[in-house]
């Protein structure tokens, strides 16, 4: 939910500024670009990014520049029509609890934490026990993802 609120506060950003203009900010050249503002400070330094600077905090850059060292003005992904978010049902009857996880797999449940980390899988926690889906960890275990 946060990635989304700040895809959405981004792309919000990046429509206010208008295409047709061939000078850009640096703050503004990093939103279009995907790019830390840092790192284009440090490339306008070097020489390698053309630049002119109007005063304080008014450094500008050809945007035709930037678009052949980068590539086109990235395009956000679409909310709507992008990669969809997988449901689970997290209730009791369809998940494994973390010691029913290291039982039927033979792995410890250190190594099972560690594998519900790295592989986002979600969990709940109901009383003293942690939960996680049965069909992430039966894909997880059962089809050798892990290792």
Do not use: W
Request: with cysteine; glycine share 8%; aromatic share 8%.
């Amino acid at each position: 939910m946060k990635q989304l609120k700040i895809e959405e506060e981004l792309k919000a950003l990046t429509d206010k500024i208008p295409e047709n203009r061939a000078f850009i900010s640096v703050p503004e050249a990093g939103m279009l670009f995907g790019i830390t503002n840092k790192s284009l400070y440090r490339l306008i330094d070097q020489g390698k990014i053309p630049s002119a600077n109007l005063g304080t905090r008014l450094i500008r850059i050809d945007r035709r520049v930037m678009e052949g060292m980068f590539g086109s003005a990235r395009s956000l992904p679409q909310t709507e029509s992008g990669s969809r978010k997988k449901l689970y049902s997290l209730e009791k009857e369809d998940c494994y609890s973390i010691g029913e996880i290291a039982e039927r797999f033979q792995v410890s449940e250190g190594s099972v934490y560690s594998h519900i980390r790295k592989y986002s899988i979600p969990t709940r926690q109901i009383g003293k026990h942690v939960y996680a889906p049965k069909s992430e960890i039966d894909n997880l275990y059962n089809g050798n993802d892990f290792i």
